[in-house]
């Protein structure tokens, strides 16, 4: 049997396999594997959509930050409005301004705000609320339409998408990675580029790699009714100082997250009662909207390793094995910079001066045991 040859295999079809495959394919023969029946399924298809350059840790606000130029004016494969602006205001309770001050001052770039300026903006915020920190920089992103023009682009430079394909074996021929799927597919590529998302520490091990640590963590959503009394369609998201929860305009709803982060095993993730009576509650923490019925909930994985940062970079065990994980829930706001930065390091160029001083940060060789 002759198997197809690749110079590129990356093994996952969600935004980060995706956006990775389609970069590099600009430059070289590349094969996007995808396990289930349609790109996006699992964390990619269950985002909560937003842009937030103030959210996360340094490495993610600076790879956030360096993909504002593509999203606000992106390349010709992709529909032109990919971020609509929405600001976002982080919510401080009396307790919690010790947690405002450190924010303010490790991004100095962001607005105070006083309560009455927060209430004058979203007038569901209640009193227990003094104050907060108002981001300008961000807004919603259209994710179907950032998924569709990425793998339009795969297509155009030539790329492959192979969805149904769960990999099966990873194994070492010479200088080559042969890659065996549950259909029946084999295909062969020099590199191999570890994109699984919550699965990425499997298929480590199908390579005989020991697990880097990676833990998906379930984060739960749900849609509530707004009076039409409100116009919410102009509210900035808001965001719990502590991170704890959040809450932002999702057409007609508003979309309400308790930002849960409880690890789970890789899976189709679904909801559970108990946070989405979390979610409520920490809404209701700040804001005096009753909740009368929850228009539709989901859930999703996203994936972390251990110190939070994400994983980019070869792996020091085994020649031509590349990790592209660890996106946490920062992936679509941080794909296009992602993607140039696996694709520069896979093609061994230099990379961005203001990226170099993260690179050791993210490199995999950080969490090799």
């Known amino acids: ?58 490495a993610v606000r600076l790879m956030t930050l ?24 982080f919510l401080a309770r009396q307790n919690e301004l010790d ?24 007038p569901i915020i209640h009193s227990d609320v003094v104050g907060g920190l108002f981001d300008p920089i961000g807004g919603d992103l259209d994710v179907h339409a950032i998924l569709q023009g990425y793998l339009k682009q795969l297509r155009e430079r030539g790329g492959t998408l192979q969805t149904d394909a769960r990999v099966l074996g990873l194994d070492r021929v010479g200088e080559h990675w042969q890659v065996r799927c549950r259909d029946g597919l084999v295909a062969s590529a020099k590199i191999v580029v570890n994109a699984a998302g919550a699965w990425a520490d499997e298929v480590g091990l199908l390579a005989g790699l020991a697990p880097l640590g990676l833990q998906p963590k379930r ?16 509210w900035p998201m808001c965001v719990g100082i502590q991170e704890d929860f959040y809450f932002k305009a999702e057409g007609a709803h508003l979309l309400v997250s308790p930002a849960d982060e409880t690890p789970s095993a890789p899976c189709d993730a679904q909801p559970e009662d108990l946070d989405i009576a979390l979610a409520i509650d920490r809404f209701h923490s700040v804001c005096d909207l009753p909740v009368d019925r929850i228009q539709s909930r ?35 706001q941080s794909a296009p910079a992602m993607a140039d930065l696996i694709c520069r ?17 993210l490199a995999p060789a950080r969490l090799v045991r």
Request: net charge negative.
């Open 298 to 332: 989901w859930a999703g994985l996203r994936t972390f390793a251990p110190d939070g940062n994400f994983v980019v970079g070869a792996d020091p065990r085994l020649a031509g094995y590349y990790w592209f994980a660890g996106q946490g829930g920062y992936g679509f």
């Open 66 to 89: 360096d993909s504002q130029d593509f999203y606000e004016a992106p390349p010709g494969e992709f529909a032109k409005d990919l971020l609509k602006p929405r600001g976002a205001v």
């Open 99 to 122: 947690l405002l001050e450190d924010m303010a001052a490790e991004q100095p770039e962001l607005e105070r705000v006083s309560a009455e300026a927060i209430r004058a903006q979203v």
């Open 219 to 234: 984060r739960t959503a749900c849609l509530i009714e707004v009076p039409k009394v409100f116009n919410h369609a102009d």
């Open 345 to 361: 390091l896979v093609r061994k160029e230099a990379v961005p001066r203001r990226q170099t001083a993260i690179l050791a940060q």
């Open 1 to 58: 049997m002759t198997v197809p040859e690749f110079d590129v295999i990356v093994i996952g079809g969600g935004i980060a396999g995706v956006s990775a495959g389609a970069s590099l394919a600009a430059a070289r023969k590349v094969l996007v594997i995808e396990a289930e029946s349609q790109s996006g399924y699992h964390a990619s298809g269950r985002s909560a959509a937003y842009f937030a350059p103030a959210y996360g840790n340094a």
